[in-house]
Every structure is written in C-alpha cells, then in structure tokens.
T-cell receptor, first 114, second 112 residues
Framework: AQSVTQLGSHVSVSEGALVLLRCNYSSSVPPYLFWYVQYPNQGLQLLLK??????LVKGINGFEAEFKKSETSFHLTKPSAHMSDAAEYFC????????????FGTGTRLTIIP | NAGVTQTPKFQVLKTGQSMTLQCAQDMNHNSMYWYRQDPGMGLRLIYYSASEGTTDKGEVPNGYNVSRLNKREFSLRLESAAPSQTSVYFCASISQNTGELFFGEGSRLTVL
C-alpha cells in the first residue's frame, strides 16, 4: 500500500522568494512519485515525475523535486516564485507504472504575495 | 486533441435523484479513473478500470456504480444521490508509456 503526506495545507511566499512544498511518502515497493498542479476551476496537470532514473527531477515552469529515499521525501521547489504559480499542488505515489491507481495527498494551496 | 472530456460540467440534484456522469478519452489509454475532490481531502479514488470490460472499487465506492462501455468511455452513476455526494468529480486516464494521468476539467455536483 502507498500513501503520501503533504505538510502544510496552505503556504504563502513573496514574489521572487523560494517555494518549498513538502511531501513525504510511504510505500511497500519502490515508488513512482508525481507532483500535479491545479489552477482554479481546472483539472490537474502533471508538473514532474520520479521514475527511478534520476533523483533530481526537473519539471515545467521552473519547478524541480528531489527524491530522498533515506528521508522518504519528494519535496517540490522553485527558486523564485511568480504570481502565476498561485495554485493548488498535489503530491501522488504509485507502486506501479502506467496502469496503477495513484494515491494523492491532501494538497497544498500556494499563495504568492506581491 | 480533446484529451479527456467529461459532461456535464455542473449539475444540481435533489436527494434521491439519479444521474450519470459521462467521460470519454481519445488517447487510446487502457486505464481510466473516477476521483472526487473535497476541500481538505485531496482526490479520492471512487472506481477505476484497468482495461475495457473490467472495473474495480477504489477508496470511496459506496453510492456509485460505473460502466466501462468501451475503451474510450467510462461513466459514473449515482443511483440515489445524497448530500454527502456533493463534490467535484474528475475523470482521468493514464498513459501506459509515461505514467502520466490526464484529467478532465471536472464536474461540479450539488445535491440538495
């Protein structure tokens, strides 16, 4: 079984500041890990994914995440926040690839302060 | 490329009424999913279909039924709607090559 915990349901950062959204996972098998973003009144879009090829994963819009097995973490970062980054972010885990159900975290709403 | 299309986008029901949410994908994906999204609870899986002709329960299946009509279409039915089913429902399909979930735009359902 897999699960994810997202620490902080709401995060606020100033425009230009570092964005750090936390995700810890639990998995009985080597995990596949994902970050999705949801803009208001839209479905979710894939930001980036970890599939064991490289521990530092780069995604769209300047986001990246690092897989740390020893810490069971997959935190999402962006060096400099932009107003357009305001959205809700979901971490997800799967034990399989391509035909397995993903388990989502409860989400972190990111607010950017001008 | 339409991706995942779900209808209707909005629906208001009275307690006890029934309705079906429709979903279709044009990406030739094998697996399809229905999630519900509630504030503070993230996305919870209702039902999924790993391939045409198969369906399985997810985390919160009570009060719902599904049909995988063909490879493209996966519908979700509420037989007797309850206020606890007020939610935003998302259909999704998964790429067997990239592992990426593709989502529809959501259906906002209110049960009075």
């Amino acid at each position: 079984a897999q699960s994810v915990t997202q620490l902080g349901s709401h995060v606020s950062v100033s425009e230009g500041a570092l964005v750090l959204l936390r995700c810890n996972y639990s998995s009985s098998v080597p995990p596949y890990l994902f970050w999705y973003v949801q803009y208001p009144n839209q479905g979710l879009q894939l930001l980036l994914k970890y599939t064991s090829a490289a521990t530092l994963v780069k995604g769209i819009n300047g986001f990246e995440a690092e897989f740390k097995k020893s810490e069971t973490s997959f935190h999402l970062t962006k060096p400099s926040a932009h107003m357009s980054d305001a959205a809700e972010y979901f971490c997800a885990v799967s034990g399989n690839f391509g035909n397995e159900k993903l388990t989502f975290g409860t989400g972190t709403r990111l607010t950017i302060i001008p | 490329n339409a991706g995942v299309t779900q209808t209707p986008k909005f629906q208001v029901l009275k307690t006890g009424q029934s309705m079906t949410l429709q979903c279709a994908q044009d990406m030739n994906h094998n697996s399809m999913y229905w999630y519900r999204q509630d504030p503070g609870m993230g996305l919870r899986l209702i039902y999924y279909s790993a391939s045409e002709g198969t369906t399985d329960k997810g985390e919160v299946p009570n009060g719902y039924n599904v049909s995988r009509l063909n490879k493209r279409e996966f519908s979700l039915r509420l037989e007797s709607a309850a206020p606890s089913q007020t939610s935003v429902y998302f259909c999704a399909s998964i790429s067997q090559n990239t592992g990426e979930l593709f989502f529809g735009e959501g259906s906002r359902l209110t049960v009075l």
